[in-house]
């Protein structure tokens, strides 16, 4: 059983928003890092957002300035809200608990939610 389950992807134009949702056990959401992963077709996944346990958050380049992770403590649920939607933010995206300083994930992979951005 994959211990985080995402969901809220869908087909946008080029400007356009979404928010994922991530949502995962207490034992998961209350001790660890939580970020988001993204992977285009034939490109390597990449960790493009996390947030600590105690709301920091760290962002890479090509999403900073664009997309907001966030956690709602009650609900054990991490959203991502990506603004100002670009083709090349297209991919399946996947979320997963992170080892600290590190992108390196720590559970297996879900399924993941497909954000497909229309030029």
């Known amino acids: 059983q994959v211990p985080l389950v995402e969901s809220g992807g869908g087909l946008v134009q080029t400007g356009g928003s979404l928010r994922l949702s991530c949502a995962a056990s207490r034992s998961i959401f209350s001790i660890n890092v939580v970020g988001w992963y993204r992977q285009a077709l034939g490109k390597q996944r990449e960790l493009v957002a996390a947030i600590t346990t105690d709301g920091i958050t760290n962002y890479a380049d090509s999403v900073k300035g664009r997309f907001t992770i966030s956690r709602d403590n009650a609900k054990n649920t991490v959203y991502l809200q990506m603004n100002s939607l670009k083709p090349e933010d297209t991919a399946v995206y996947y979320c997963?608990?992170?080892?600290?300083?590190?992108?390196?994930?720590?559970?297996?992979w879900g399924q993941g939610t497909q954000v497909t951005v229309a030029s």
């Open positions: 997963n608990a992170v080892m600290p300083y590190t992108t390196v994930p720590l559970y297996g």
